[in-house]
């Protein structure tokens, strides 16, 4: 993305009032052309959850109301919101108008958002409770295995048992990848639950790992690791949550999985 009016990556002047402007789309077609999905009838349901620790505007009588947020955006919209672009707008709440109730900011904040994604955008005050551990996942990164692949990300590493059929939930802290215009780390855990033949553990954990020099925005990794999972290990039932660290008072935790699958339950990581 090197669009000139994108604010990632150059200097920005801090909003002092109420911009909705200020929010980016980008197209989600583009990137899923890439992997092989068309944009009309993706293989996945899901959505973009995003946390929001540093949410403040001005009361009726002008005083600062502070608060977190959850705010939940549909796979299915046909733009993601890229991510300064949102604490931008989020900060540009913080002066200038005033809201006449909590109400009013979170009404606000969903029209606006529903208008930059294109599609209905859920938002809620308040956070989800921290996960207890892996809640149930057993962690594939204890593995005593040599890694030599970095980038890009390298589906050949991945396989499966066809004669072995399970269920079960696999997580690894170790997925890592770079942001396409800064180049900064985005650090994530990664949660996969599937059904359908055993998914060979040490190549799926060289294959998390082949994304540690990769450029590319959190909700496009994700999506790429979930078709790529399908077509080299022919889950019936898959579903793939990542949960990246904060960054500028926001994490984002995307969620792909197989039409139909319930979501799970919302929660962050000790490290968000």
């Not at 004669?163 to 770079?178: D, F, G, M, P, R």
């Not at 396409?180 to 780390?185: A, S, Y």
């Amino acid at each position: 993305m090197t669009s000139p009016h994108l604010p990632l990556g150059r200097e920005v002047a801090y909003p002092d009032r109420y911009d909705p402007s200020l929010l980016f789309p980008i197209p989600r077609a583009q990137a899923r052309a890439e992997i092989g999905v068309d944009d009309a009838a993706p293989p996945f349901a899901g959505h973009d959850r995003w946390h929001a620790y540093e949410l403040s505007w001005l009361d009726r009588g002008g005083k600062p109301v502070v608060a977190t947020a959850t705010l939940s955006v549909p796979a299915s919209s046909p733009h993601l919101i890229e991510s300064k672009s949102l604490k931008l707008y989020l900060n540009s709440l913080n002066g200038g108008q005033r809201f006449a109730s909590p109400e009013a900011v979170r009404t606000t904040i969903a029209t606006d958002l529903s208008a930059a994604a294109g599609a209905p955008v859920e938002v809620a005050f308040g956070l989800p409770p921290f996960a207890e551990g892996d809640a149930g996942a057993e962690s594939i990164d204890g593995l005593d295995i040599a890694i030599d692949r970095y980038g890009p990300p390298d589906a050949g590493l991945l396989s499966a048992d066809a004669t072995t059929a399970v269920e079960e939930t696999l997580h690894s802290a170790l997925l890592k990848s770079n942001c396409p215009v800064t180049g900064q780390p985005d650090w994530a855990g990664v949660r996969i639950a599937y059904r359908g033949p055993r998914i060979d553990r040490a190549g799926l954990l060289r294959y998390l790992v082949s994304f540690r020099d990769h450029a590319e925005f959190h909700e496009q990794c994700v999506e790429r690791l979930f078709v790529d999972l399908q077509a080299r290990c022919r889950p019936r039932v898959l579903s793939v949550e990542a949960r990246y660290t904060r960054r500028g008072g926001l994490d984002i935790n995307p969620w792909r999985a197989t039409p139909g699958t319930p979501p799970p339950p919302p929660g962050r990581d000790a490290r968000q």
